[in-house]
Each structure stands twice: as structure tokens, then as C-alpha cells.
């Protein structure tokens, strides 16, 4: 009997949980606290694009790219791997393509990859901040909060996603 009590309020609780979530998910995108509405004002700036030459790629694992596909008629291609050799062949591949690229990248891979290998070749359009997908708390953080230093508390619950685009010409 205890056993079907615990059932019965874990899944109370669940459903609580679920209902809540579903009813401020327009506060929660409103104060930019889930990446769609950084992702669908990038995904503006490329609709904007009139010429139809253009890939669209991803270049960082965390950023799943059927989350972006949703903006888009044409394929999104992901254009990264769970460790940097991977993902820098990929970015590689996709922007050694004699086609126009926009590409949603995280700043990992920007600086480490991306800006190293292509500096001269592309333009970030916009940069913003989204929540991190993977959280790893540690004393900094709580020093941090302690301490009221925003920069610190910013960098281990957020992160700076890039959209940037390489011309037809390389530049």
C-alpha cells in the first residue's frame, strides 16, 4: 500500500512539474531562458537571405540540429562530433564547400576551431547568450554567488552560441 503511495505522488508530482513547465513556457521563452527564441532570430536572419545558393550547417555537439531544422525548408547539416577532431573535420568539409554557409556554432568550437582555421573567411552576424544544456557546478560557482559576481555565475549556467557565415567568395 505504501509502495502504490509513493507511485501515486511521484507521478503527482511529475505531472505538477510537467503542467507548470507547459504553462510558463512562454515566460520562460519570453526571458530568453530556453534557446528557441535565440534560434528562431537566427534562423530569421538566413530566411532574410534571398539568394538560394547557401548551406546551413551546426557546428557544435550540444546544439541539436533538428532544433534549427524546424526554421527551414532546406537541410541543416550537423557539422560536429562529441571531440574536436571529429567536429573540426566536419566544420572543415562544410566550409571548404565553394557555397555560401551560414553556422550555428557554440564559442568552444568557434574559438578553438572555427575562427582559428577560417579568421579571414567569416563573419559573425550575431552572437548572443543561451542556458547551458550541461551544467557542472563546482566551489567556483559557489564562490561566485557568494561573492555576487555575475560574470562567474554567467559562465557556468550560460554560454555564447555564434551565427556566422562564410560568402560564396570565402570572405
Known amino acids: 500500500m505504501a509502495r502504490m503511495k509513493s507511485i501515486y505522488s511521484n507521478s503527482l508530482i511529475l505531472a505538477g512539474l510537467l503542467l507548470f513547465m507547459m504553462i510558463h513556457a512562454r515566460v ?16 530569421k536572419i538566413i530566411n532574410e537571405d534571398q539568394s538560394s545558393g547557401y548551406l546551413i550547417g551546426v ?8 532544433e534549427f531544422q524546424v526554421y527551414f525548408e532546406k537541410n541543416v ?35 578553438n576551431i572555427l575562427k582559428p582555421i577560417y ?12 542556458s547551458r544544456r550541461r551544467v557542472s557546478l563546482d566551489k567556483g560557482f559557489v564562490t561566485g554567488l557568494l561573492t555576487f559576481d555575475k560574470s562567474i ?6 554560454q555564447k552560441i555564434y551565427l556566422v557565415r562564410k560568402d560564396l567568395n570565402g570572405g
Open 119 to 130: 579568421a579571414d573567411k567569416i563573419k559573425v552576424i550575431q552572437e548572443e547568450f543561451i
Open 59 to 66: 557546428g557544435s555537439h550540444d546544439i541539436h540540429e533538428k
Open 153 to 158: 555565475v554567467r559562465g557556468y549556467l550560460k
Open 77 to 111: 547539416e550537423k557539422a560536429a562530433m562529441s571531440f574536436d577532431k571529429g567536429t573540426e573535420h566536419l566544420l572543415r568539409h562544410l566550409f571548404d564547400k565553394d557555397e555560401k554557409v551560414y553556422c550555428l556554432i557554440l564559442d568552444k568550437e568557434f574559438d
Open 28 to 43: 520562460l521563452n519570453g526571458a530568453g531562458l530556453t534557446p528557441h527564441p535565440i534560434l528562431g532570430k537566427f534562423a
